[in-house]
Nanobody, 125 residues
């Protein structure tokens, strides 16, 4: 059974940092794309960052470019999201995702097959 377990969320003041982790089990994703999405209250889930199978290519939503960094450790079957200079607009539940079919850093939710349970990030002003 494939599981993605996200951790690292919490409450932080504006300007602060958090590092999210997502550990996969039940299947190796070293040949597959992984990503992070988020969903704020009353809003649709949106793409945040994606990374290709070997970590050489990344993509980000414009609102986090220059502040967030996605990375992965294939030996640990884990993807990370380093979030700096957080703002209240970053408050959301963050979900990690993994694709069974794609190797490139995709921004399309439908191209991800496995999802973590979500971790809450709250940024206060």
């Amino acid at each position: 059974q494939v599981q993605l377990v996200a951790s690292g969320g919490g409450s932080v003041q504006a300007g602060g940092s958090l590092r999210l982790s997502c550990a996969a089990s039940g299947r190796t994703f070293s040949s597959n794309a992984m990503g992070w999405f988020r969903q704020a209250p009353g809003k649709d889930r949106e793409f945040v960052a994606g990374i290709n199978w070997r970590g050489s290519t990344t993509s980000y939503v414009d609102s986090v470019k220059g502040r967030f960094t996605i990375s992965r450790d294939n030996a640990k079957n884990t993807v990370y999201l380093q979030m700096n200079s957080l703002t209240p607009e970053d408050t959301a539940v963050y979900y990690c995702a993994a694709s069974r079919r794609f190797t490139l850093a995709t921004m399309t939710m439908e191209e991800y097959d496995y999802w973590g349970q979500g971790t809450q990030v709250t940024v206060s002003s």
